[in-house]
């Protein structure tokens, strides 16, 4: 939230004017009262976001009332304000809800001073109910060594420095949004806010809401006042993602908006300033877009200061594999699976594929063939899963949790003088325990000291590498 209204509840003629002048010079709106009665009487009427409460008032006591106003849902920051001011009492107002104390008489530069404050903590308290989630800072696209990425966090280190409004284009799936938060992270602003909306979510009639705020009773349902994006991200970095999908009507305010960097709320008449950076995404063909006629071809000049194109996973290939192991650590630490990197077919198979859905894509197969992979082994071609990609299968390495597959004849005798594999050991085992308890993996685990997990793996390789299961041996679980 931001302060607007302010409420002065003090008996004292001469200080409540004087607080009065203060805040008409910074153009808030204030209402005065000069009892507990008359301050109640207010707050009923209205939401304040400010409220400066003597301790002591003739009708009451400005504690008691304090304790009151912290139980309403939309309370506003209280400074409680005294010219009896002791340790155990200001102790008293903080640990009750009071935002601040302070002592009479006071200076206009103090005020000013609470006031600052005020505005900085409110501005949080708006930011962080809008932010319900954090993106992990290990997902950067930044990852790579191709000539392409060294141009593009050349380009960053550069631009993030200015002001400078910021048009991030790409495919789906690349990391525009990513890139964005990097202009945030490397800029003057980085302290401040970063503010993000998603043009494609919401509905056109919420729009215009969701950018300026609205006024309490600017249509139906609009029970109370909202601050929208554009104030929440003021001194700080406003992100348009997909801005293609602004509708038409929307268009023109927001371009005066980044004209101007002024607007008003629905249903408001109060012009706000708010000093914002802007950095719009897009994986649409904006030029297109204004040759059709859906979109503004001044508003694409005023976002298109700086363009910044993001490229396919596709023309960067050989930054595919630090990319998959980057993701790799992250998620065998996320889901406390231990794989020891990427076998050989997998790397062949990572750089066979097109990856059409690009880093995201790329993110969301490494995460799932952590998933089916083996504690203590490389992940797999077969893990990954990617469609039109053939591999060797590999029979050393655990792929994916399938119905086992079991050859019926016996295990070859082991003579003096000849040398088994350690595989066709291992495996001799597992279908001589499968033999044993009738086709019972969770027996058959058990009895040779594996999980179950381990064993259903195990005998997917084999039927990977063409072995056959005998109907009384495929048995489920138990």
């Not at 204004?290 to 298109?304: A, I």
């Amino acid at each position: 939230m931001s302060l607007e209204k302010i409420l002065i509840v003090e008996d004292e003629p001469i200080v409540r004017s004087l607080l009065q002048s203060i805040f008409a010079r910074q153009k808030y709106t204030v209402a005065c009262a000069s009892s507990l009665a008359e301050a109640k009487a207010s707050i009923e009427r209205e939401a304040f976001d400010m409220m400066l409460l003597d301790l002591r008032l003739p009708d009451g006591d400005g504690q008691k009332f304090l304790e009151q106003v912290m139980a309403l849902p939309e309370r506003p920051l209280v400074v409680m304000v005294t010219g009896y001011g002791t340790i155990e009492s200001a102790v008293s107002c903080m640990r009750a809800g009071a935002f601040d104390y302070v002592l009479k008489p006071f200076s206009p530069s103090q005020i000013e001073v609470i006031l600052r404050k005020a505005q900085s903590y409110s501005q949080l308290v708006g930011v962080n109910k809008l932010l319900t989630d954090d993106p992990e800072d290990e997902d950067s696209v930044l990852v790579g060594r191709s000539p392409a990425m060294l141009r593009l966090r050349q380009l960053i280190d550069r631009v993030a420095l200015t002001d400078a409004t910021v048009l991030v284009t790409g495919e789906s799936g690349t990391g525009k949004e990513m890139i964005a938060r990097e202009f945030y992270r490397r800029s003057p602003r980085r302290d401040h806010p970063y503010i993000k909306v998603n043009c494609a979510a919401i509905s056109e009639t919420l729009m215009e809401s969701e950018f300026f705020g609205h006024e309490r009773g600017a249509f139906t349902g609009a029970t109370e006042r909202r601050e929208g994006r554009f104030e929440l991200a003021n001194h700080g970095t406003l992100l348009l993602d997909e801005v293609s999908e602004i509708p038409p009507g929307l268009q023109a305010k927001l371009l005066r908006v980044l004209q101007e960097r002024e607007f008003e709320r629905v249903g408001g008449n109060r012009t706000i300033k708010v000093n914002v950076r802007i950095i719009a995404t897009s994986n649409r063909d904006l030029i297109s877009y204004v040759e059709k006629g859906d979109f503004r071809q001044d508003l694409y000049y005023r976002l298109n200061v700086f363009p910044v194109m993001v490229p396919p996973l596709r023309e960067r290939s050989e930054d595919i594999p630090m990319l998959a192991e980057h993701f790799l650590r992250r998620f065998a630490r996320k889901h406390g699976i231990k794989v020891t990197g990427l076998s050989d077919s997998a790397r062949s198979a990572i750089q066979a594929y097109r990856w059409p859905g690009n880093v995201r894509e790329l993110q969301n197969t490494i995460e799932r063939a952590v998933i089916l992979s083996e504690g203590g082994r490389p992940v797999t071609a077969a893990s990954l899963g990617l469609p039109g990609v053939n591999f060797e299968p590999e029979p050393a390495y655990p792929s994916s949790e399938a119905a086992p597959a079991v050859a019926e004849e016996p295990a070859a005798p082991i003579t003096d003088g000849e040398v088994v594999r350690l595989d066709q050991l291992e495996k001799q085992a597992i279908l001589a325990a499968l033999r044993k308890t009738g086709g019972n993996r969770t027996q058959a685990a058990a009895a040779l000291g594996i999980s179950i997990r381990t064993l259903r793996n195990k005998l997917q390789e084999y039927r990977e590498a063409g072995d056959s299961i005998s109907a009384d041996l495929d048995t489920p679980d138990a």
